[in-house]
C-alpha cells in the first residue's frame, strides 16, 4: 500500500520556494535501490512529493525500464506500455509525499560493473516557474543506441519560449573529450540530433547546460554506455552526473554487482577521474545502506549524518528509501529514523534485511576550486553501537575534462613531471639521452587555446604558476631532435 511520509514542511516549502510561488501543483520525483545483481530481482523505491501551492487532481509517475530490466510486480496499481511503467496517483494534496515501489527483474547476461540506469518522471509538469531574464525555453536530452552502429543525443525543447541563446555542449568518449560544438537555436516542441558515429561499445557522455537565467540551471549530463560493443567499456557512466535536464525528472544508475551487503555510504556521480572531480553547479546524491547482520530483528535504524560545510543546506531534498522514515537537521547533522524498519537477520531472510536512505544536495556556490567534499554516516541499529561508513569524496574543478588534443609522439620517449599535480612550479626533465637537446614546451588550456611557450638550450624546462587558475591543462614538448610527448597537467592542486 502507499505510504504517507512525515516531513519538516517549512523546509520543505522553502527549498521548493519557486515552485510554491505559483498557483499549481509541483511535482517531483525520487528513485533509487540498494543496487543491482544480475539473475536477481531488485526492488526500486519511487518518492512522488507535490512541492507546489495547490493540489494536483492526476498526479502520475511513468518509469522506463532499460532493456536489462523486466517488470515483475509493483505495490500500487500500475499499467505496462512497452518499456514504460506508469502509475496514475489521481489527486494529490499540495505539500503530501508518497511512497511506492517498483520490482524488477535483472537479466542475467548483465555484466558485472556494467551500469543500470532506471528514470522515472512526474506529471503534471506543466507549472510555469517565471525568472527575470528567462527565454523560457526548457531543455531535455535523451541518448538512445541505435543498432550498434551510432549514438543519438537529442536535444528537446519541451519549454513555452524559443532558445534566445546559443549554448554549447561537449561529448566525452569514456574519460576523453571526444567533441564539442554550439546548439541551434531550437522552438518549442523541436529537437535537435547529434550522432555518434560507430561507438564501439565506449561510454559517451553528452553535456550541456539551459539557456541564461532558467529557474532550474543544474547542468544537462547523458551518457550511452556499451553500445555497439561486447562487453563494451564500463566503469565510466557513474563518473558522470545523470540529469537529462527536466526538473520533474530523476535518473538513478548503479554498476550490477555481485552481491549487496553491509553498510555504505555512495555519493552520485562518483566524479571524474581519481581525482573525484565534480563541477560546484552538480546535485549530488548520496546513498546510504545498512543491513541486520546480527542474530534477532532490528526494530528502529537511526542514521546520522555531519553534511559537509561545502554542501549547501537550502537545496536538501529527501529522496527514495526503504522503508518509512522522519529526518530532521540541526547543526548540520542530518538524522534518519526509520521506526518501525523490522529488518530481520541476515542469515534468515538475506534481501529483507536490508535498507537503505538517499538525499539530494547541492554544492555551495561558494565553494573554491580544489575544495574536497568528504562525508561519513554513522548506522545504529536498535541500541547496538553505531557503525561508521567509508567516507564519500567529491573534489571541486573547473575544466577538468582531458581531451586527446596532439598526437603521442615517440613512445621511446620519456619525460618527467615533478611534481604533477604542480603548485607554484613544475620542472620537465627528458631521459638521459636527450637532456642536452634544445626544446620547446607548450601549454594549453581544455579548449587547445595556447596559454604560454617556453624554450631551453638544455632540455629542461621549468613551468611557473605564475596565475594559473587551478585545473587541468594540457603540454606539448618537443626537442630539436623530433622527439615530443604530450599530456595533461594538473595545476594548483592539493591531494593529500
Known amino acids: 500500500m502507499p505510504r504517507q511520509i512525515s516531513i519538516i514542511l517549512a523546509f520543505f516549502l522553502f527549498l521548493s520556494a519557486l515552485g510554491a510561488q505559483q498557483n499549481c501543483p509541483?511535482?517531483?520525483?525520487?528513485?533509487?535501490?540498494?543496487?543491482?545483481?544480475?539473475?536477481?530481482?531488485?526492488?526500486?523505491?519511487?518518492?512522488?512529493?507535490?512541492?507546489?501551492?495547490?493540489?494536483?487532481?492526476?498526479?502520475?509517475?511513468?518509469?522506463?525500464?532499460?532493456?536489462?530490466?523486466?517488470?515483475?510486480?509493483?505495490?500500487?496499481?500500475?499499467?505496462?506500455?512497452?518499456?514504460?511503467?506508469?502509475?496514475?496517483?489521481?489527486?494529490?494534496?499540495?505539500?503530501?509525499?508518497?511512497?511506492?515501489?517498483?520490482?524488477?527483474?535483472?537479466?542475467?547476461?548483465?555484466?558485472?560493473?556494467?551500469?543500470?540506469?532506471?528514470?522515472?518522471?512526474?506529471?503534471?509538469?506543466?507549472?510555469?516557474?517565471?525568472?527575470?531574464?528567462?527565454?523560457?525555453?526548457?531543455?531535455?536530452?535523451?541518448?538512445?543506441?541505435?543498432?550498434?552502429?551510432?549514438?543519438?543525443?537529442?536535444?528537446?525543447?519541451?519549454?513555452?519560449?524559443?532558445?534566445?541563446?546559443?549554448?554549447?555542449?561537449?561529448?566525452?568518449?569514456?574519460?576523453?573529450?571526444?567533441?564539442?560544438?554550439?546548439?541551434?537555436?531550437?522552438?518549442?516542441?523541436d529537437s535537435t540530433v547529434i550522432t555518434v558515429k560507430s561507438p564501439n561499445g565506449r561510454t559517451y557522455t553528452f553535456q550541456t547546460t539551459q539557456t541564461p537565467g532558467h529557474p532550474f540551471p543544474r547542468p544537462i549530463s547523458v551518457s550511452v554506455e556499451g553500445c555497439g560493443g561486447n562487453p563494451g567499456s564500463t566503469g565510466y557512466l557513474l563518473q558522470y552526473p545523470q540529469h537529462n535536464g527536466d526538473v520533474h525528472s530523476d535518473t538513478y544508475c548503479d554498476t550490477v554487482s555481485a552481491g549487496i551487503m553491509g553498510m555504505e555510504k555512495t555519493g552520485f556521480p562518483l566524479g571524474y577521474a581519481a581525482w573525484h572531480w565534480i563541477d560546484r553547479a552538480t546535485e549530488l546524491e548520496y546513498r546510504i545502506r545498512f543491513q541486520n547482520t546480527g542474530s534477532t530483528t532490528v526494530q528502529t535504524v537511526t542514521l546520522t549524518d555531519t553534511l559537509s560545510d561545502w554542501l549547501d543546506l537550502s537545496t536538501f531534498r529527501p529522496g527514495a528509501a526503504s522503508h518509512l522514515y522522519t529526518w530532521s537537521i540541526q547543526n548540520r547533522t542530518l538524522t534518519v529514523v526509520f521506526p518501525s524498519a523490522q529488518l530481520p537477520p541476515a542469515a534468515v531472510n538475506e534481501p529483507a534485511s536490508r535498507g537503505f536512505f538517499t538525499f539530494h544536495i547541492g554544492v555551495s556556490p561558494d565553494a573554491p576550486a580544489g575544495t574536497l567534499i568528504e562525508n561519513t554516516a554513522r548506522v545504529r541499529l536498535d541500541n547496538q553501537p553505531p557503525a561508521q561508513t567509508d567516507t564519500t569524496l567529491h573534489r571541486i574543478g573547473e575544466n577538468f575534462l582531458v581531451s586527446k588534443v596532439f598526437t603521442p609522439g615517440n613512445k621511446h620517449f620519456s619525460l618527467q613531471i615533478r611534481p604533477n599535480p604542480m603548485g607554484e612550479s613544475a620542472e620537465f626533465i627528458p631521459d638521459s639521452e636527450n637532456t642536452n637537446l634544445p626544446v620547446t614546451l607548450e601549454l594549453y588550456d581544455t579548449a587547445g587555446r595556447l596559454l604560454r611557450r617556453l624554450e631551453s638550450s638544455d632540455g629542461r624546462l621549468i613551468l611557473r604558476r605564475e596565475g594559473l587558475p587551478a585545473g587541468f591543462y594540457f603540454f606539448r614538448y618537443r626537442d630539436s631532435g623530433g622527439n615530443a610527448r604530450s599530456g595533461s597537467l594538473v595545476v594548483g592542486i592539493d591531494l593529500k
Open 26 to 189: 509541483f511535482m517531483r520525483v525520487s528513485v533509487a535501490t540498494d543496487g543491482w545483481v544480475a539473475c536477481d530481482n531488485t526492488v526500486c523505491r519511487i518518492r512522488l512529493c507535490n512541492e507546489g501551492s495547490q493540489a494536483a487532481t492526476n498526479a502520475r509517475v511513468e518509469v522506463t525500464l532499460p532493456p536489462a530490466l523486466t517488470f515483475i510486480s509493483a505495490s500500487v496499481p500500475a499499467s505496462v506500455d512497452g518499456s514504460k511503467v506508469i502509475f496514475n496517483l489521481g489527486a494529490f494534496a499540495a505539500g503530501n509525499c508518497q511512497d511506492f515501489s517498483l520490482t524488477v527483474a535483472v537479466d542475467c547476461n548483465t555484466a558485472p560493473g556494467a551500469a543500470i540506469c532506471l528514470n522515472a518522471t512526474a506529471t503534471p509538469g506543466d507549472c510555469p516557474p517565471s525568472a527575470p531574464g528567462w527565454d523560457n525555453s526548457d531543455l531535455v536530452v535523451n541518448g538512445t543506441c541505435l543498432g550498434g552502429d551510432s549514438i543519438n543525443f537529442r536535444v528537446f525543447n519541451q519549454g513555452s519560449g524559443a532558445m534566445a541563446a546559443t549554448v554549447g555542449y561537449i561529448i566525452t568518449e569514456d574519460h576523453l573529450m571526444k567533441t564539442q560544438g554550439i546548439l541551434p537555436l531550437i522552438v518549442p516542441n
